[in-house]
């Protein structure tokens, strides 16, 4: 009985062998080796739509401010071109108003070439020393225009001192007189200016002594100060 008795205890006293990990729990859950991957949860389906519905708004969102973008630089193109269009028109307006006196005078100048070609085509026409006070007149009425646009006659007369700004020398006329040396001694055209700016110099003739021949012969054309060859007049 007591061999019995010491089996029975020592029974009870007998540790529980472990579990094999391949065994299913006692509770139905599935046993997972140590260190193996636990799977996630499945997604939620409800969290994937919301994501969608945000993508969505950002994008319409973003459409709409490309599209007011887009507005925006239609306009500014239409104030551009529109402005242009204004700037156009003034400048062309600008430009005719400036031609206005111009054409005024070469009215005048039209009109009275026309009345005086039929004055000279009568039977009986002006004396030919009245073509020189023609001319002049058609001159002035050329200068009065040429004023209208900025531009102011200047004359010259003989005796000043050649000045290479105003004047252009066209000829070199001897003279006996060393006071002329250097100076205009016949005027070919007038000259003009604007704004104190010569913009045509004056065609004239520069007086210069004769000097001796050296043993080279004459001596050669000389220059101005501004380069421009003063030939002698044969």
Known sequence: MSSARDRRVSGESSPTPPASPHAPAEDGEARHEPGAEIPSPPPDPSAGDEAREEILTALAALAKQLEREHERAAHRERVIDRLHEENQGLRRGELQAVLDPVRAALYRLHDLARRE??????????????????????????????????????????????????????????????????????????????????????????????????????????????????????
């Open 117 to 234: 070609a039929e004055r000279w085509a009568a039977p009986e026409p002006p004396e030919p020393a009245h073509a020189a006070a023609l001319l002049a007149a058609m001159a002035d009425e050329v200068a009065d225009a040429l004023a209208r646009t900025g531009v102011e006659r200047f004359t010259v007369e003989p005796g000043e001192p050649y000045d290479p700004v105003r004047h252009r020398p066209v000829a070199v006329e001897p003279v006996t007189d060393p006071a002329a040396d250097g100076t205009v001694v016949a005027v070919r055209t007038d000259g003009f200016e604007r704004d104190g700016r010569v913009v045509r110099k004056a065609e004239v003739g520069v007086g210069k002594t004769a000097e001796p021949a050296g043993p080279s012969g004459p001596s050669s054309p000389r220059e101005d100060g501004r380069g421009e060859t003063m030939k002698p007049r044969p």
